[in-house]
């Protein structure tokens, strides 16, 4: 892009896609940013002349994981994440960022940003010595020039994940050594990028090192850091022209995007890439830090909006098979890209302050995110669907991916996600709470926690009790050292209606859906904040206007019975292929606007697997009747009834459970009115 070019679409206010106003309307309610003065301890707000965010991530290790999500990074460090390097070759000691011959570019960073921030939240020993091995040879091994990493590749891209590594590392730590590597790391960069700049992914996923530099630039005021990340931005794919401009409304295919075997990606395909677009949703709020200019400020909005207009899925995420794939629900999304389109919105919603960002990231946590993995976490898929009826070897209707595409193994497909797909839960816990920049702190999204930090030099402590998100009441007791006065920011969900909140058992005013509550008062030790949310039984309309149902953030599928077959051992793992057992192709039974139902609730133990097959804590009982004109097709759920259809079969009882706990399932259903169907039950 020329810099004319650059400097048309920076300036440029308006749209050349039309974007439904029920869409505009989920990203509003956000938090402002104010002059105040900061005053939580470890927490390095943006150095001027950067913009100044509305939240501050809080340190490695300022918040730990109880209860359930406890259970859940002991779940996955006792599986691939914890045991990966074992056997894996592109993680042995081969591996060229241990100083070996083997692999020496992505994977071992890959590995390494979901690995360190789970090694710190468990304090397992075990795996920060392995961590530490890694990092240690990174900083130990700098080139005199500046450069970090194996010598025999120089791409930018890894390091770009690598300085995140680093980053982590030292908020947990404080190592001294990190900060001077960096420094130095960014001077060799700056002074090389005129003449190796940007290509390939380093060029369409620049934002990642944007995050570094700030990160940096907030610890030492370096001007030249600056520099480089205008250099950076001047250097990279324009992801907010694209969005601006927005052409990709349809699903790709490899004819169209030019893909030819054994070249690489022509730039419409790495523009309509998968995780490319995961990476890019946080580039405008970044970008933002540096130009202040209020287009880039709503760039982020308005991506997330395109993208769920024309290829939304119902676990809020959008579809890439590896690329842009429409809105069918037997299309499929890859895990690398639900791993990393939650931290961009973790990191969207620290500059921004955008509620709805939130629920989006509690959507694709909840649902997407453990629905990729077995339920002991050894094994994983490169694509999921929300109407998944088999998954199994063969062709599917992806974009471009390859057939082994959805079954549960090592590394199905292709091996990024196997290194990458380490980092949703750790980074996930700890973004649950932010510092504000009124000096405070706020709940950016809900589970069983505890944060420790100090606000005025007075250390304070913060204890959340919930079963969320399966039930919808939620306690935060406070334990200052001794009182404190601080504002606290409460998110409260868009589908939670009525909320309450209540204060010391007295009912707090003003709480509305959608957007953040603020408490400011002198807290005490012993102070307790009661939050309820309603997590009613809705329905939501979805492709072909058919019926995806949730429950509070937690979407619920029809759980297909499953038989699973053991293809081939890998290592310690090994690859399966899941196989229905029972008829799949049902729809939904509606009265009206009612969708009659039955809940079943247990309350979650603390040791409970809450995502597993026999560990999800509820259910749902709906009517439904299956549709016989709807077929399997290719290894998937052939094209979804247009609702709401006629007919239909006997009337059924259906059993719902938590997307991620069903395997097999139907996510979005047909619609069959009652008045339509027979009325004779089974």
């Given at each position: 892009?020329?810099?004319?070019?650059?400097?048309?679409?920076?300036?440029?206010?308006?749209?050349?896609?039309?974007?439904?106003?029920?869409?505009?309307?989920?990203f509003?309610?956000?938090?402002?940013?104010t002059?105040?003065?900061?005053?939580?301890?470890?927490?390095?707000?943006?150095?001027?002349?950067?913009?100044?965010?509305?939240?501050?991530?809080?340190?490695?290790?300022a918040?730990?994981?109880k209860?359930?999500?406890?259970?859940?990074?002991?779940?996955?460090?006792?599986?691939?994440?914890?045991?990966?390097?074992?056997?894996?070759?592109?993680?042995?000691?081969?591996?060229?960022?241990?100083?070996?011959?083997?692999e020496?570019?992505?994977?071992?960073?890959?590995?390494?940003?979901?690995?360190?921030?789970?090694?710190?939240?468990?304090?397992?020993?075990?795996?920060?010595?392995?961590?530490?091995?890694?990092?240690?040879?990174?900083?130990?091994?700098?080139?005199?020039?500046?450069?970090?990493?194996?010598s025999?590749?120089?791409?930018?891209?890894p390091?770009?994940?690598?300085?995140?590594?680093?980053?982590?590392?030292?908020?947990a730590?404080?190592?001294?050594?990190v900060?001077?590597?960096?420094?130095?790391?960014?001077?060799?960069?700056?002074?090389?990028?005129?003449?190796?700049?940007?290509?390939?992914?380093?060029?369409?996923?620049?934002?990642?090192?944007?995050?570094?530099?700030?990160?940096?630039?907030?610890?030492?005021?370096?001007?030249?850091?600056?520099?480089?990340?205008?250099?950076?931005?001047?250097?990279?794919?324009?992801?907010?022209?694209q969005?601006?401009?927005?052409?990709?409304t349809?699903?790709?295919?490899?004819?169209?995007?030019?893909?030819?075997?054994?070249?690489?990606?022509?730039?419409?395909?790495?523009?309509?890439?998968?995780?490319?677009?995961?990476?890019?949703?946080?580039?405008?709020?970044?970008?933002?830090?540096?130009?202040?200019?209020?287009?880039?400020?709503?760039?982020?909005?308005?991506?997330?909006?395109?993208?769920?207009?024309?290829?939304?899925?119902?676990?809020?995420?959008?579809?890439?098979?590896?690329h842009?794939?429409?809105?069918?629900?037997?299309?499929?999304?890859?895990?690398?890209?639900?791993?990393?389109?939650m931290?961009?919105?973790?990191?969207?919603?620290?500059?921004?302050g955008?509620?709805?960002?939130?629920?989006?990231?509690?959507?694709?946590?909840?649902?997407?995110?453990?629905?990729?993995?077995?339920?002991?976490?050894?094994?994983?898929?490169?694509?999921?669907?929300?109407?998944?009826?088999?998954?199994?070897?063969g062709?599917?209707?992806w974009?471009?991916?390859?057939?082994?595409?959805?079954?549960?193994?090592?590394?199905?497909?292709?091996?990024?996600?196997?290194?990458?797909?380490?980092?949703?839960?750790?980074?996930?816990?700890?973004?649950?709470?932010?510092?504000?920049?009124?000096?405070?702190?706020?709940?950016?999204?809900?589970?069983?926690?505890?944060?420790?930090?100090?606000?005025?030099?007075?250390p304070?402590?913060?204890?959340e009790?919930?079963?969320?998100?399966?039930?919808?009441?939620?306690?935060?007791?406070?334990?200052?050292?001794?009182?404190?006065?601080?504002?606290?920011?409460?998110?409260?969900?868009?589908?939670?209606?009525?909320?309450?909140?209540?204060?010391?058992?007295?009912?707090?005013?003003?709480?509305?859906?959608?957007?953040?509550?603020?408490?400011?008062?002198?807290?005490?030790?012993?102070?307790?904040?009661?939050?309820?949310?309603?997590?009613?039984v809705?329905t939501?309309?979805?492709y072909?206007?058919?019926?995806?149902?949730r429950?509070?953030?937690?979407?619920?599928?029809?759980?297909?019975?499953?038989?699973?077959?053991?293809?081939?051992t890998?290592?310690?793992?090994?690859?399966?292929?899941?196989?229905?057992?029972?008829?799949?192709?049902?729809?939904?039974?509606?009265?009206?606007?009612?969708?009659?139902h039955?809940?079943?609730?247990r309350?979650?133990?603390?040791?409970?697997?809450?995502?597993?097959?026999?560990?999800?804590?509820?259910?749902?009982?709906?009517?439904?009747?299956?549709?016989?004109?709807?077929?399997?097709?290719?290894?998937?759920?052939?094209?979804?009834p247009q609702?709401?259809?006629?007919?239909?079969?006997?009337?059924?009882?259906?059993?719902?459970?938590?997307?991620?706990?069903?395997?097999?399932?139907?996510?979005?259903?047909?619609?069959?009115?009652?008045?339509?169907?027979?009325?004779?039950?089974?």
């Amino acid at each position: 892009m020329s810099d004319r070019s650059r400097r048309s679409f920076l300036k440029s206010l308006g749209t050349a896609a039309a974007i439904s106003a029920s869409n505009m309307r989920a990203f509003s309610g956000a938090l402002t940013e104010t002059s105040a003065s900061f005053a939580v301890s470890n927490v390095f707000p943006n150095c001027p002349p950067l913009a100044k965010s509305v939240f501050y991530p809080f340190p490695l290790g300022a918040i730990r994981p109880k209860g359930w999500l406890l259970e859940q990074l002991r779940v996955q460090a006792q599986g691939l994440s914890g045991h990966l390097d074992e056997f894996w070759p592109d993680l042995s000691i081969e591996s060229g960022w241990l100083g070996g011959p083997g692999e020496s570019w992505e994977r071992g960073p890959y590995f390494l940003d979901g690995l360190v921030p789970l090694a710190h939240l468990l304090q397992d020993h075990t795996l920060l010595a392995k961590a530490n091995k890694w990092i240690d040879w990174t900083l130990q091994n700098q080139a005199s020039t500046g450069m970090i990493g194996p010598s025999k590749n120089d791409d930018w891209w890894p390091r770009m994940v690598m300085l995140k590594v680093l980053t982590q590392h030292e908020e947990a730590t404080g190592d001294p050594r990190v900060i001077p590597a960096m420094q130095r790391y960014f001077a060799y960069q700056l002074g090389e990028l005129a003449n190796r700049p940007l290509r390939d992914w380093g060029k369409y996923r620049w934002q990642d090192e944007l995050l570094s530099i700030v990160w940096h630039y907030n610890r030492t005021g370096d001007p030249d850091l600056r520099h480089l990340a205008h250099l950076l931005h001047l250097q990279g794919y324009g992801w907010r022209s694209q969005f601006d401009n927005f052409q990709y409304t349809k699903r790709a295919s490899a004819k169209e995007l030019g893909l030819q075997e054994g070249k690489p990606l022509p730039e419409i395909a790495m523009q309509t890439h998968g995780v490319n677009n995961a990476m890019a949703v946080k580039s405008s709020a970044l970008w933002w830090l540096f130009s202040n200019d209020p287009s880039d400020r709503g760039g982020v909005e308005r991506q997330l909006a395109l993208l769920d207009l024309y290829h939304g899925m119902p676990t809020g995420m959008f579809s890439a098979d590896e690329h842009y794939a429409g809105k069918n629900p037997s299309q499929g999304v890859e895990l690398c890209a639900v791993v990393e389109n939650m931290f961009s919105l973790e990191c969207a919603i620290a500059v921004l302050g955008t509620p709805a960002m939130g629920d989006q990231l509690e959507r694709i946590a909840f649902n997407a995110l453990p629905g990729a993995f077995t339920d002991d976490m050894w094994a994983h898929q490169y694509d999921q669907q929300p109407n998944q009826i088999e998954c199994t070897e063969g062709q599917r209707p992806w974009t471009t991916n390859g057939p082994e595409s959805n079954l549960f193994g090592l590394e199905p497909n292709f091996g990024c996600c196997t290194a990458n797909m380490h980092q949703g839960w750790p980074k996930f816990t700890s973004h649950l709470w932010m510092a504000t920049a009124q000096g405070g702190i706020a709940a950016i999204a809900y589970a069983p926690s505890e944060l420790r930090t100090q606000i005025a030099s007075v250390p304070v402590r913060v204890e959340e009790e919930t079963a969320y998100p399966f039930e919808g009441e939620i306690r935060l007791t406070f334990r200052p050292a001794h009182p404190v006065r601080f504002p606290l920011a409460l998110r409260i969900p868009r589908w939670a209606e009525p909320p309450a909140a209540y204060l010391n058992g007295k009912a707090i005013k003003n709480v509305r859906a959608g957007e953040f509550t603020t408490v400011t008062r002198e807290w005490k030790p012993g102070d307790q904040v009661q939050l309820t949310f309603p997590m009613k039984v809705r329905t939501e309309r979805s492709y072909n206007n058919s019926l995806v149902v949730r429950r509070g953030p937690i979407l619920f599928s029809l759980d297909v019975e499953t038989e699973w077959k053991k293809l081939r051992t890998r290592g310690m793992t090994a690859d399966w292929e899941a196989r229905p057992t029972s008829a799949w192709n049902y729809g939904l039974l509606t009265n009206g606007s009612e969708l009659p139902h039955t809940e079943k609730v247990r309350v979650a133990n603390a040791g409970d697997s809450v995502f597993s097959h026999k560990g999800a804590p509820v259910s749902l009982e709906l009517r439904g009747a299956k549709i016989p004109e709807w077929k399997a097709a290719d290894g998937v759920a052939g094209e979804l009834p247009q609702s709401p259809v006629s007919g239909g079969g006997l009337e059924t009882a259906l059993t719902l459970v938590p997307y991620a706990a069903a395997k097999l399932r139907v996510t979005a259903f047909p619609e069959i009115e009652r008045s339509r169907s027979t009325t004779k039950k089974s």
